[in-house]
């Protein structure tokens, strides 16, 4: 009998990688909402990518690419980040919880439904 290599197994649904749900349209995610959050509190303080990375310990790329939501940051990361800019990650996370909320609002508005579920979403996140 010929030896043959093992086969992987066919893709289930157990072995199949989990895809993230999409947003529903028009709906901001955290990680960009936060990114343009920390660019506006850098440049408000008249700060370089490099000098405010430095400062919070990481580089200059990785800083820019959490202001521009490409980057998924890690608590720890986004807590070292606001340190720089003297911010707490409660107020970081206080701050994208309320232009969630604001965006919910606006979108929520025309139809003249309440928002609620969104909002409780927006805050389960940031929490």
């Known amino acids: 009998m010929a030896d ?6 066919s893709e289930t649904a157990d072995t ?29 303080r008249g ?4 000098e405010t990375a430095g400062r919070a310990g990481v580089s200059p790329q ?3 690419e959490m202001e521009r939501g490409v980057k998924e940051p890690s608590s720890e990361m986004i807590a070292a ?6 911010q707490t990650l409660v107020d970081l996370t206080l701050a994208v ?11 929520a ?7 609620a579920t969104m ?6 996140l940031a929490a």
Do not use: F, I, K
């Open 109 to 115: 508005r025309p139809t003249g439904g309440r928002p």
């Open 62 to 64: 990785y800083l820019s």
């Open 97 to 107: 919880a309320d232009t969630l909320r604001a965006s919910t609002v606006r979108q």
């Open 119 to 124: 909002c409780r979403a927006a805050l389960a």
């Open 47 to 50: 700060e370089t990518l490099a």
């Open 4 to 9: 043959t290599a093992p086969q992987p197994p």
């Open 16 to 44: 199949r990688p989990a895809q993230r749900p999409a947003a529903p349209a028009g709906e901001p995610l955290w990680r960009d909402v936060l990114g343009r959050h920390l660019r506006s509190l850098r440049l408000e």
């Open 81 to 86: 980040v606001g340190g720089a800019l003297d």
